[in-house]
């Protein structure tokens, strides 16, 4: 045992690092939370400067911002000034591509909550939001609108970050008009409808959220051409579109619960439209780690699931409809077509 312990292997290091990795997670969302990043917009600032901006403990801080700094989100000087790096520029609440709200919404108590009920997950099946707040996470957004606003602005950086490959990846100019269906505050259907300038759209989700989505598609200058119908997908969604669009949809749901959502675009699909799915696809066995913790994720909040490919042909099936084929189209996404059948 001595001479093992004399010769620590490299997965050892990695294992150790995986274990404490959460010390690096929790030390962003402080950061953000502060609004550090946005204090640095116009350069390098000292400590007690930033402390007194966020009213906090200035050696303390320091603490925070060095450790942060040594693994590229900040730069330290050696004046003890800090900057921001090309990665935490991703930090400015202003950035379009912001990861200001993931790191809140991430490291938000609830969500901490939650993951440390992932042992009676696994125990259960059941979903540990669930069992750690009494409610499922829509519910508690709703009962606290300062996490929902925190939510959707995290969703309207995932569709940013999504919509380019996206729009590359499919010919969206051969519909008329497409119905993105969940679309938050309309950030996919904007990238859409701006690469088609012939092609309207319909934004179908609940009311309180398209409520913030005029600002999103007059920014896109798509405004003139968008429907906002408030909708809720389990009862009922918009008819006469060409495709319906589900970005980051169905993951959210278990299998009945996604089969509903589908059988009720299926009912407003005409003959030919065409269902377009947006999630991911889990990759191979020992591979795709992103998607493979990304289904845990599912698994803690939301209680949904990412799906293989036989899975998604079987839940596209019991819903009525035919899977076409499958494109990749980035990290964790994938663009399923589906048809009626």
């Known amino acids: 045992m001595t001479g093992q312990a004399d010769q620590l292997t490299p997965e050892y290091h990695a294992l150790l690092g995986i274990v404490r990795g959460y010390e690096r997670s929790r030390a962003v969302t402080v950061a953000a939370e502060l609004g550090i990043a946005d204090l640095l917009r116009d350069g390098p600032r000292d400590v007690a400067g930033l402390a007194a901006a966020t009213e906090s403990h200035a050696p303390t801080l320091y603490r925070l911002l060095r450790a942060l700094a040594a693994i590229g989100v900040f730069a330290e000087d050696d004046d003890g000034r800090f900057s921001l790096t090309p990665m935490g520029e991703y930090l400015r609440r202003d950035h379009p591509l912001s990861v200001d709200p993931p790191a809140r919404m991430f490291g938000a108590d609830y969500e901490w909550r939650a993951w440390g009920d992932l042992p009676h997950s696994v125990r259960t099946g059941e979903t540990a939001a669930q069992h750690a707040l009494g409610v499922d996470v829509w519910e508690y957004r709703r009962r606290h609108p300062e996490h929902g606003a925190i939510f959707d602005a995290t969703m309207r950086t995932f569709s940013r970050a999504d919509s380019a490959r996206l729009v590359a990846a499919h010919d969206f100019g051969r519909y008329g008009c497409v119905a993105d269906v969940g679309g938050g505050t309309g950030a996919v259907l904007a990238a859409v409808l701006a690469a088609h300038p012939g092609v309207r759209g319909v934004l179908a989700d609940q009311e309180h959220v398209v409520a913030g989505a005029p600002a999103v598609l007059c920014e896109a200058g798509v405004s003139d051409r968008v429907t906002i119908a408030p909708a809720d997908f389990f009862h009922r969604v918009p008819r006469g579109a060409d495709a319906y669009l589900l970005v980051r949809i169905l993951h959210d749901w278990p299998d009945d619960e996604a089969v509903r959502i589908l059988r009720t675009v299926r009912a407003a699909l005409g003959p030919h439209g065409r269902v377009l799915i947006?999630?991911?696809?889990?990759?191979?066995?020992?591979?795709?780690?992103?998607?493979?913790?990304?289904?845990?994720m599912m698994l803690v909040s939301a209680g949904g699931r990412e799906r293989t490919g036989p899975e998604w042909q079987d839940l596209v099936a019991r819903a009525g409809l035919g899977l076409l084929g499958s494109t990749p189209v980035g990290p964790t996404r994938h663009l399923l077509e589906a048809v009626a059948v």
């Not at 990759?283 to 289904?295: C, Y």
């Open 278 to 296: 947006v999630d991911a696809v889990v990759g191979p066995p020992g591979e795709d780690p992103l998607t493979k913790f990304l289904d845990l």
